[in-house]
């Protein structure tokens, strides 16, 4: 009984003993660690979290791509990209996970969808400074003409979020969409609260795109950044032939429970299982939601990053001018609680930003940048470490036993991937600080 009610709240995957035979790579891809200033044990302790992560049981599909210095260190998927998540049937047909499995990116959308804005600021055809209704006269309405593009990019634009009863499939009408959005009245000045802007700010930026230019972000993406760092994927979702190849989303974790329920439904506009249902939806993947459906591989989400680490060039090829990605990364308000996800926060004009002792992307990483998706997708960028990171998942849980190997990965990380020397830290580096905090959210998910 005890594991039949087990199975019901914790709604988790079969994981077996031996999961070698789940792991998929290519030896001959990834560098050895010396090339990239590693040992092969603290690579092996990497990925050792990695598995840790996927015997959690509430990933179906696991890809990981990690670069230290340039080089290739890690680029392995386990566990499967189609079948075997949970509410599947034996019938349904099992697809390995690899590493060239293409996954939607959800909210890590919104860092390329920034950098496309950075672009045209670089290349002089808008200022970040700019009222949006100098672009889209519209956006104007009940009171927001004032509001800034920087103010959206940074998410604090005073429009987090929809109305609560609108009809989620809006998304797939992009004109009726930013209609909706240009007839809201802000919640708040612009530029005076910080509050994640889940869906509506991405739109907003993608329809500026599109007047200043005449085209579309997808075009433009495919044009200064798919083609010249030659990526398969890399755009805002894919040719109708190509569906099939992305990677399913499951609901999995515990079931959410009020409050917890309700700040993770105003955060997203509509119920967990909803984005998942929806992100499933072919017709998710044949639109244009600049906030939500890049499609891309970990090691293409792990390039980007390093492109950006290296100044805005890979491969030989340049794609932002240095102070591009200077300013992109730039914070934009201090470490303070978001009006929408009631965490506290640290944004610059485009990505999440890092902080000491710990943050969002693990111990010490005040100089870390990059982005969550929905909900453990992380892509990041590390300057002190050197370090370029993607995680992909294909399990949406919120709440479960994974949080403890999650925030044990991110700790391993920064752990086997160390400090530059020479980097000033503001904190200085003390791991023991760590260890209540782990052990801590360790208990309280025991005890749950």
Known sequence: MYNYLKSKINRSIPVPKDISRLITYNPKEESHPTDAGMTPKEVAAIWAGVEALYRTGV???????????GKMVLNRAIGHSHGNGYGDTPETKKIQMTPETPLCQFSASKAITAMMIHLLVEQGKIHLSDPVAHYIPEFAANGKHNITIYHLISHHGGIPAPPPDVDPELLFYHDAFIALLCGLKPSAEGGKQMAYHAITGGAIMGEIIRRVTGEDIRTLLRK???????FQYFNYGVPEKQIPQIAVNYDTGWPLLFPISYIAKRALSIPWGEVVRISNDPRFMRVIIPAANLVATADEMSQF???????GELNGVRIFDPLTIKRAVTASDAMKLDGTMVVPMRYSPGFMLGASPIGMWGPYSESAYGHVG??????WADPDRDISVSLQTTGKPLVGPHLVMLAKLLLIIGRNCKIKSGVHQTTETNWALLLPLQNMLRRLLLDL
């Open 224 to 230: 200064s950044v798919q083609k010249p760092l030659g």
């Open 305 to 311: 990053f390093q492109m950006m680490l290296n100044g």
């Open 59 to 69: 990933y179906p599909g696991i890809s990981f791509c990690l670069r230290r210095q």
């Open 374 to 379: 929905f909900i453990h997708i992380l892509c």
